[in-house]
Structures are given as C-alpha cells and as structure tokens.
C-alpha cells in the first residue's frame, strides 16, 4: 500500500479518519495571499450568477472563464502553499487549485466526493483546504462525515451516480460535522471522504483554497459517463495540470470531443441505502476505535 503522509501518526490517523488536520501554513504566508487574492479579478468578480452554464452562487477559480486569472492562482498555490504541504505528503503533487468565494448569504456547496482523477483505484488523491479567516458553520466551513471515505466502491465524476443520492437530507440532518478552523491551518482530505458546506450567514465574504493533489508518479484522467454507447463502463479521458486553465463551467458538455481516450474502466457506482449506509459507517468507525485504543 503506497504511504500518503510522512509521519506514521498523520498516516494512520488518515486511513482511519480519511483526513488530517495540521497547524500547517504560516501565518505571513496567509497575509501575502490575502493580499495578493485582493487583487486578482476573475471575469465573475467573485460574485457569479446562476445561470444556465453555472447552478453554483459560490465562486470557484476552476470554473471561472479567465484563463490568465487561473494561471495566476495556480502559481501563487505552487510557489507559497506547496513547499510546506509537501512537508507532510509523500513524493504528491498540486493538479489544480482553487479560490473558493462564498458571497454573502450564498454559497452552499452540495454532499460530494471529489471527482476521480486516478486510473488504479487502490491509490488515493486528497484535497488540502486552507481557510483565509477564521470559519465556522456561520460563514459556511467545510463539513465533513468522519470515516465515511472509500465505504463503497465509487469514481466520482461529472454527471456519475452517487450513492448517498436517495438519502442526502439524512445525511446533512444526522453526521456532518463542522471543521471550525483558524487561517495557518489545513485539513488534508481523502477524496471520497463525503463533505459539503453551508450558505455563508455571516457579515463578510469567505475565501478559502482547495488544492486537489495527486502522487507524483500518476498520470490523471476524468471519467467520463455515456451509457447509451457505454452501458456500465466509465471512458477514461486524459487529462493535465493544463486542462484546469483551459477549460470552465461553459465547456464541460464538449469535453469528450477535446480529451483523449485512454481505455474504458468498470463503472462500480451504485445507490445504497441508508441502512447500508449506517452500518458500513458504524462498523468501519469501531474498527478505527478499536486501532486506536
């Protein structure tokens, strides 16, 4: 099993939890980014509209159609914020980045898994999430389901089946948890570990980076679904740290016709229920316990 993280605590503590958090990126490296985040003008202002092409109200650099914009973010993420994630990670890379801008009163993002960037399986990508200011649920934090990552087989996708699809109220309603942050920390997260966020209630916008990071040696993809011509195959389409600048939210519908094929892969996803979905949870939280002492 390939090893994530440097220090065996941060790693054990990973595969059991799915995430770690760590007092991690120093505080004059948040005020230069502040500073410089002030002055980047993406063509969505960072107040986008919902619109046919975009049913998000929050502003994310990844679907923003400014390319020299993206371009800039991608190298103040590379030289300021990943020499010291690479302090921790092992022998990972920055696949893309981006500001994540919930307006005032906006921004819930919906119960997701990070799409699925890796052809073997039995790697894992994460997401580093560092907050500009303070968060808490008020303004819109990142929650998360504790140990609910890689609970069922799933490449998540643009336009896949989830699996927690018939019982997401249920699952806002009883297990998310709210990672209350300070700016200088960062939680580092497995992919499939099930999170969201809320609308942003408080009195000012709030800013936070993602930065999706993958193992150094693996060449990504982005699954594509078609099952008309594809029935239970997902189509592996090629894709580089350039496809993040190139493309946006107008572009998706096109992206087979632009992306080169690499081979096709078994499409695992399925709806579970929230029976399933409890017991495969509960049972997997009491063997961590049980690790842990």
Known sequence: MRKLFIND??????????????????????????????????D??????????NASSYHCTFLDTNSDYKRKVR??????????????????????????????????????????????????SVTAWIPLTSVTRKNGTLEIISGSHKLVPSISTFGGTHYFHD?????????????????????????????????????????A???????????????????????????????NADFFLSESKVSFADLKRKLKSVGMAKNVNRKITIEEFRNLLTAKRKAAKTVTG
Not at 15 to 38: C, M, N, W
Not at 44 to 53: I, K, L, N, R, Y
């Open 167 to 207: 019982f997401e109220q249920e699952l806002e309603d009883e297990f998310f948890e709210p990672v209350d942050m300070m700016p200088g920390q960062c939680i580092i997260f497995d992919d499939t570990l099930l999170h969201y966020s809320r609308d942003n209630s408080a009195t000012e916008p709030r800013a």
């Open 75 to 124: 190298q103040l993420f590379s030289e300021y914020l990943m020499p010291h994630i690479e302090t921790v990670l092992n022998d990972y890379r920055m696949l893309n980045g981006s500001f994540y801008v919930k307006p005032l009163g906006k921004g819930r993002l919906e119960i997701h898994e990070n799409w699925c960037h890796l052809q073997d399986l039995s790697l894992t």
């Open 9 to 42: 605590q941060d790693e054990r503590f990973f595969r059991e939890y799915g995430y770690v958090l760590k007092d991690l990126i120093p505080l004059d490296t948040i005020e230069y980014i502040k500073k410089e985040f002030a002055l980047l003008k993406p």
């Open 44 to 53: 969505d202002g960072f107040a986008p509209e919902q619109s046919v092409h």
């Open 209 to 239: 980076i993602q930065i999706e990071i993958i193992p150094r040696e693996v060449q990504p993809v982005l699954y594509h679904v078609d099952e008309q011509n594809h029935p239970g195959e997902l189509e592996m389409l090629q894709v």
